[in-house]
Each structure stands twice: as structure tokens, then as C-alpha cells.
């Protein structure tokens, strides 16, 4: 019974996509034709050359507890790659395996955060960010954004949102729902004000880094006076299509990768040992052997911006990076569509599934309530399948 749990798990809220793909599943398994744009999970198969590293770690009988940060091996290949793409460097007791980003990020918070401390989100912002501070015992305090400004905080904006009690903020580029990726510019803004708070921690989220539109990704800790109150984030589950191999890590200052090793070791330990094996071999190839599917989901992008953009009411920005779209869909707040009134953006996700067959994802999930979010990490074929049933729905 409810009352019989704990206060920290009755005000936890459910993942809102993970909510949205049980719910297109269970859908579908009585018999209904969803087309499911609500998950960030690429379509790809993983590369041949990482499973063929994940074999041979078997057939070398990798099978044994692992450190609680990761093999040495491991968090080498981590530097190397750090070095090679992201002109960062980092010792091998700065960085902490983990088993998926997902935990990394939620050690970072718990090891940084005490009851009543602030953490700053920029809108919108991944879900699971809000509930580990809330896990945490932390505050969220949202600093909002629009779809006009291209989902991005101002240097004003974050002054005015710092109090005595910030400890956090989250930075996600390429942005996990938006697609909006900052520049070293407009990076370089934000750290003016945050380098007059040394108190004041960054993670810097970058698991989407790789699928990027033009240009190169720039991490938050390239910039020296920054570099110490920077931790990074990342991960292989999006560029290598790994998502099942769990496999995130961090690069931090070493009291924060040391403490994050401390939690990790009393909740999981360390993280499977073949994917970590198999890892190594995604880290240290280069961009280049991911490269096509990188162009596959511009191609994507592109076909699913000019499908949405003959939707009466769709108001799109141009994601440089990620797999998503995230289109202002307030014009049919108000509005009755197949019997159904549109309140708000979980109305209008809910009115897709429910008569268009189309599972996406509300944007009041990521701080964002005239916003809607679709993944374009299917193929051509169900996207423009999916966007004609949208199409005919509302036209």
C-alpha cells in the first residue's frame, strides 16, 4: 500500500517516456498498429567491430566482478577518446564507469546535492534530471525558455536564477528533447557568470555529442577557468547504439569521481564486464565508422521538419544535433479535435496515441507544457507513416 512506502519513492514521478512506450506497447500487444515515435533509442544495430570486441571478451572469460569505476583498460580508452575529441584531459581517477549515463548523472547528484540545495535546469530539460534532484532531496528550479530563442538561457537569465543556495546546474548539448546544441559562444556567456560562483557545480550532459548536424560538439570543460567545476557526461548508448549495453561514465575533479566510486560501490558496483570490454573497442575507432548514421538522421530531420511543417498549428525550430523534434503545439489548446478538448500538451500527446495511433511524448515531462516531443530514431518509412496519420488527424 502506499502509505506503507517511503515519502522519497511516493514523490518520485514516473519516467514520462518510459510511461508513454509501456503504454504504445501494452497498445500494441491487444492488437493496435502504433507507430511509436516516443523512445530515444536508435534503430541501428550495434557495429560488428564492438560485438565482435564483446565475443572475444567472452571467449577470454571476462565473467568476474569488475572495479566499481571501471577497468583501467577501460577508463584509458575513456582519456584517449576525451583527448582526441573533446581536447580535454583527464587522469584515469577522474573518470568513474558506470552502467549507463543515466546512473552516472544520478551519482553526480547525490554526492553533489543536500536537502535544500538548488539545482538550475534549463527548459527544456531531460526528465530524469528533475527526479534525481528530487531524489536527492534538492530543489529544481526551472529557468525557461522558447521555442523563438531556440530553447536557449541567456547569461541574464542564469545571473537572475543563482541564489546562495545553487549548487547545480545542467547543461545538455546536443539538448535531449529540443535538438538545440550551444555554441563555444554562447557557452563562453554562461561561463562569465558562472566563474564568479566557484561554489557552483556544471554537468555537463553530452551523450548526444556525436549526432550533430554541422560543426563539432564543444564541452563545457574546455574552458580552463571552468574546468574545475565541470563534470562531464557521456556515454555510448546513442552514437554507438548501445542502449542496452549500459555502459555511461564521468570525467570529474577527483574528490567528485572519488566520491561518485564511494556511492557506485554501495548501490551497484561496477558495470558488466563484456560491455566495458566491448566499449573499448567504440571508444578508441574513430567518428568516422559512425558517420553514415549520422547522416541518416539529418536525412530524417530534414524529411520529418517538412512533413510537420504542413501541420496547421505545428511551430518547429531547427534541431542541430540528437534525434528529436519538439514543436510548439499551444495553437490547439482550447480546441476540440474528434470529440476530444486540447487543455494542454499531455491532452494533445494522449489525442495522437489515442486516435492517430502515434505514441509520442508531452512536453510538460521536460519542463516544456506547449511542447510535444517526436524521435526520429525509425526509419523513413514509419515517420512519414506516422506524420500522415498525425496529418490527417488534424486537418
Not at 502509505?3 to 492488437?31: F, V, Y
Request: hydrophobic share 40%; proline share 5%; with cysteine.
Amino acid at each position: 500500500m502506499k502509505n506503507h512506502l517511503s515519502d522519497r519513492i511516493n514523490r518520485l514521478p514516473i519516467s514520462q517516456t518510459l510511461a508513454m512506450a509501456t503504454k504504445a506497447r501494452e497498445l500494441k500487444s491487444l492488437g493496435r498498429d502504433i507507430i511509436s515515435l516516443s523512445l530515444g533509442e536508435p534503430d541501428f544495430n550495434t557495429p560488428d567491430f564492438i560485438k565482435e570486441a564483446a565475443i572475444k571478451a567472452i571467449n577470454d572469460n571476462y565473467n568476474s566482478y569488475t572495479p566499481v569505476n571501471g577497468y583501467l583498460e577501460l577508463r584509458k580508452a575513456v582519456c584517449r577518446k576525451l583527448k582526441r575529441d573533446n581536447e580535454l584531459t583527464y587522469n584515469t581517477n577522474q573518470i568513474v564507469v558506470s552502467t549507463g549515463a543515466k546512473q552516472a548523472l544520478a551519482n553526480v547528484v547525490m554526492v553533489l546535492l543536500n536537502p535544500g540545495d538548488e539545482a538550475l535546469l534549463p527548459t527544456p530539460f531531460w526528465v530524469s534530471y528533475e527526479a534525481m534532484v528530487n531524489l536527492a532531496e534538492g530543489i529544481s528550479v526551472p529557468i525557461p525558455t522558447s521555442i523563438e530563442n531556440d530553447f536557449k538561457i541567456t547569461p541574464q537569465q542564469l545571473e537572475e536564477a543563482i541564489t546562495p543556495k545553487t549548487k547545480l546546474i545542467f547543461f545538455n548539448s546536443p539538448n535531449n528533447p529540443s535538438g538545440s546544441v550551444y555554441s563555444k559562444e554562447e557557452y563562453r556567456a554562461l561561463a562569465n557568470v558562472l566563474v564568479k560562483y566557484p561554489n557552483i557545480y556544471v554537468i555537463s550532459d553530452e551523450i548526444y555529442e556525436h549526432i550533430l548536424f554541422k560543426g563539432t560538439n564543444f564541452s563545457f570543460a574546455r574552458f580552463k577557468d571552468m574546468y574545475k567545476q565541470t563534470i562531464t557526461v557521456n556515454g555510448v548508448s546513442k552514437s554507438f547504439a548501445m542502449t542496452g549495453w549500459r555502459i555511461g561514465y564521468i570525467a570529474a575533479p577527483e574528490f567528485i569521481a572519488k566520491a561518485c566510486n564511494k556511492m557506485q560501490g554501495q548501490i551497484t558496483s561496477g558495470a558488466n564486464c563484456i560491455a566495458q570490454m566491448a566499449t573499448i573497442a567504440a571508444l578508441d575507432a574513430p567518428v568516422s565508422k559512425i558517420k553514415l548514421r549520422i547522416d541518416e538522421f539529418k536525412i530524417r530531420r530534414n524529411l520529418v521538419l517538412d512533413l510537420l511543417s504542413k501541420i496547421n498549428g505545428f511551430n518547429l525550430n531547427v534541431p542541430e544535433g540528437a534525434f528529436y523534434v519538439f514543436p510548439d503545439i499551444s495553437y490547439y489548446f482550447g480546441k476540440t479535435i474528434a470529440g476530444n478538448t486540447i487543455n494542454n500538451a499531455s491532452d494533445f500527446s494522449m489525442l495522437l496515441l489515442e486516435k492517430a495511433n502515434v505514441a509520442t511524448v508531452t512536453g510538460d515531462a521536460f519542463g516544456q507544457p506547449n511542447c510535444i516531443r517526436l524521435s526520429y530514431a525509425t526509419s523513413q518509412e514509419l515517420l512519414q507513416e506516422a506524420i500522415k496519420r498525425i496529418t490527417n488527424l488534424l486537418n
